[in-house]
């Protein structure tokens, strides 16, 4: 045989050889196809793994947080106070931060101090030194406790809480309150404002009360049925509907305010805290409600430093059991 004949058929043989491992058009598409149905049904168990560890990772904050608390106890024989309140310049029973218009020199008139339980458990979270940059006889509006108010702590913030980072001159946003109990309002302890110091875990002092606020006895429901810390909504929302987009856009749209008379950011300062009234994931305009953006529910942290994820659909009987701290209800979850 000639060698170009043979040289020909070897060709035809290798031609041959390749058409046959090649992927035509439509094998390709069917891969992709079938590759695409895989990504599809992993995405949902991808996202809840996602899920899964920042509700872990919220979780250790929250126990972080408790555990600092109750180092404050161990060294002030008391909890953190909600708020401390400096005395008016003009009259001696009334707190200048609600309202009077006579704060005394250094202070703005409704900024009153600068330490709320978030700022007095700093010297427990390792930040010492933000801590000891405060000047308590100034407002917490000014510096250089305003810089320190502002801060992203990274303790405060909730990983799966879309809103992050913002400020005012109250302070910076915290995802987690104190329990402030079912009635309270504020932490205010001035007549005419609600504080009593017989329902939550947070309530105001007076800025000369070096212990602290509540006190281990006046637990009488007993510190593992009463709730110490838990995630709150944190910012006054545009929509309180929460399938609307307005509920994750601030409704100041100004961030940070020029004018101090903005309670839309309940920070480190003023406000840190939840108002539990009305159940878990209950949406309300000021933004100090107990809400999570975990789906079925939020992490709180008890008085005995425990934590716990409270599905929300929890009867309402037993969450305003834990809610209070001296209701003398056995109920727990």
Known sequence: M?????????LQVMRLTRSKRAFTLIELLV??????VLVGLLLPAVQVAREAARRSSCQ???????LACHNYLSAKRAFPPGQKHQLSANNPSQYFSCGDGSAPTGYNAWASDARSWIIEILPFMEYENEYAKLDFSKSATVAPNAAVIRTAFPFAACPTHPVQGIFGN????????????????HCWVSSGHSGNADDGMFFGVEASESRGGCAEKDVTDGLSKTVLICEQLGYRPVSTDPTQAGFTQCSTNNVPPTNYWYW???GNNSGAL??????PNSVRADGMCPYSFHPGGLTLAFGDGATQFINETIGIAIWNAIANKADGSPLSP
């Open 60 to 66: 250790a904050k929250i126990k972080q947080q408790a």
């Open 170 to 185: 109250w302070g910076g946003i915290t995802h987690y309150g104190g329990s402030a109990g079912l009635t309270n309002i």
């Open 264 to 266: 839309n950011f309940f």
């Open 274 to 279: 939840t108002r539990m009234a009305n159940g």
């Open 2 to 10: 000639p060698q170009r004949t043979q040289a020909n058929r070897l």
């Open 31 to 36: 891969v992709i196809a079938i590759i695409g």
